[in-house]
């Protein structure tokens, strides 16, 4: 089964240890089904780091019909009325990245209990990056999923554009020299599998880096 849609919210957050039980009720109680009954979200998964890894802690990813729903008035309005639960565990966050993606390759057949993401800058020009996406959609990832115990693998762009809506529609600034990123997302039942199989494909991309996560919770229409 593919993705639902081809848009993707990806949050990376961090709590200091005294806080993470009320960050994960309210996550797993609260936020994640708050944002998935939102027009054009569809289904959201939680997940944590293996045992072992780096950081970030905490991941979570947020399927959508399409990449301009994270840009929606109705999502930009929550975003700057959050309720008094949301305001007091977010201003407890020792980290907290957020990646808006446009799914470019699908190769999902299914969800397993293990995922590994691949994170890299995208290369400069479309040229470029046309070719390196063609690499990965017809070599590095089909490699990956074909092994034993995969489920699938997906490519995910970070449109600015969008991420930049909220500051935007609070007139904020807009950070200056922002980078593509490029996160590529491997599946399995496994933790060693995945996590193997995502090695390999970041040992062949330039500045890439490999986090291991293990599924913690989700929810869906």
Known sequence: ???LGSGMLMTFTEVPDEHEQDFNEWYNREHTDERTQLPGFLRSRR????????SPKYMAWYETRAVADLAAPGYLALLADQTDWSKRVMGRFSLFQRLTLQVSVDQIFGFGGALSLVRLTAPEGEDARAALRSHIDSELLS???DKSGMVGGCLMENDLDIANAPLVAQGQPIPTNQMVE???ALEGGESA?????????????????ALHYRFLFGTSR
């Open 1 to 3: 089964m593919p993705l």
């Open 47 to 54: 997940y944590v780091a293996c045992e072992g890894t780096t």
């Open 143 to 145: 490699s990956a999923i």
């Open 182 to 184: 490029w996160v590529l």
């Open 193 to 209: 599998v995945v996590s193997a199989a995502a090695n390999a494909v970041a040992d062949e991309l330039d500045g890439a880096t």
